[in-house]
């Protein structure tokens, strides 16, 4: 078993990830244009749910923070981890079947970056060290 890191540590290791991510798919001049769009979403408000919705892409958290969790009949919501600024959600649906694989919720205002997994894809196959970044998050 890999040494438990200290709280906080894998939700900044995913924060910095994303925040990289992004800025490689698109550069700061980019964001905003095609395959991009800034979202704004209420306190609790679902962003995606893995019953739902299909995956048309990913989203970076530009602020608030967000619960990522999986609902089991069994042991009820099982929280995956709570997601700051810079931190990538979604990223699952890249490599899944075009499915979100849990539900994400805010816990405050927050506003993402949605990246439409395109713009990924065309990303990762001019570049592919960016694949790097991924793994990071996974």
Do not use: Q
Not at 57 to 78: D, F, M, N, P, W
Not at 97 to 119: C, L, P, Q
Request: proline share 4%; glycine share 12%; charged share 30%.
């Amino acid at each position: 078993n890999p040494a438990k890191e200290p709280d906080g540590v894998d939700d900044r290791r995913r924060s910095e990830a994303g925040a990289r991510l992004l800025l490689a798919i698109a550069g700061e001049d980019r964001v905003g244009g095609p395959g991009f769009e800034r979202k704004h979403f209420r306190r609790g408000e679902i962003i995606y749910d893995a019953i739902d919705d299909p995956a048309p892409g990913v989203h970076v958290i530009a602020t608030g923070r967000v619960k990522v969790y999986r609902l089991s009949e069994a042991a009820g919501e099982i929280i995956l981890g709570i997601l700051g600024a810079g931190a990538l959600l979604g990223e699952e649906a890249l490599f899944a079947d075009g499915r979100y694989d849990s539900i994400a919720k805010t816990i405050e205002a927050t506003t993402t970056t949605f990246i439409a997994n395109v713009m990924v894809r065309d990303r990762l196959e001019s570049d592919p060290t960016l694949g790097m970044a991924l793994f990071e998050i996974a």
